[in-house]
């Protein structure tokens, strides 16, 4: 395995500086991520996607954006390459089928998302920009991460709740359905 990337000390970017995007594919398709948010990049067919990788002491949970994106389930590709993100005290490492590089992208070049998309996808994707005759799209960062946050507020609301109470809060969301 190898292991590709920066410290641990976030990166801000200047307003002046153009935004960078790691480019990958996932599911068949050009998705980025924002290099700001990018701890490095795990590489080579002996990463074991079964456990979360922990690099330097820290564990970065597996997420698998193909099923999350109903994309085709990673199980399919021949070779798996992982992204390793960060956004404040979450940590995930996304299973990718390729990372192209990193693309230095004008503001201009970074396309607002289409009329299409209307529903909760508009919280998915940043954006869109031009590549490879085709389009990436721009993953938000927070919302890949979402599942984790939303796993630890529930840790911690566990000592404050009782089951009863979340199972009535359950059921009254179920008949408002």
């Known amino acids: 395995m190898s292991v590709s990337g920066k410290t641990e000390e976030p990166v801000t970017s200047a307003s002046t500086s153009p935004p ?20 490095g990049v ?21 997420i698998d954006l193909a099923v999350r994106l ?3 389930g990673a199980r399919q590709w021949d070779e798996t390459e992982g992204v390793l993100l960060a956004n404040g005290k979450c940590r995930g490492c996304v ?6 590089g990193i693309l230095e992208a004008g503001r201009p070049q970074v396309l607002p998302l289409p009329a299409q998309f209307r529903g909760p996808e508009r919280r998915w994707y940043r954006g869109m920009i ?14 890949v991460l979402e599942e984790q ?11 404050t709740e009782s089951v009863v109470a979340l199972q009535g809060t359950m059921q009254s969301k179920n008949q408002t359905c």
Not at 42 to 62: A, I, R, S
Not at 149 to 159: I, K, N, P, W
């Open 20 to 39: 960078c995007l790691i480019i990958t594919t996932i599911g068949g398709r050009y998705l980025a991520f924002e290099a700001e948010h990018s701890q």
């Open 95 to 100: 299973r990718v089928q390729k990372v192209h």
């Open 149 to 159: 946050l939303e796993g630890e507020a529930r840790t911690e609301s566990q000592g």
């Open 70 to 72: 109903n994309l085709g």
């Open 42 to 62: 795990l590489t080579g067919q002996d990463w074991e996607f079964l456990h979360p990788p922990v690099v330097k002491g820290v564990p970065y949970p597996v």
């Open 130 to 143: 031009l590549f490879d005759h085709s389009v990436a799209l721009i993953l938000n960062t927070a919302w």
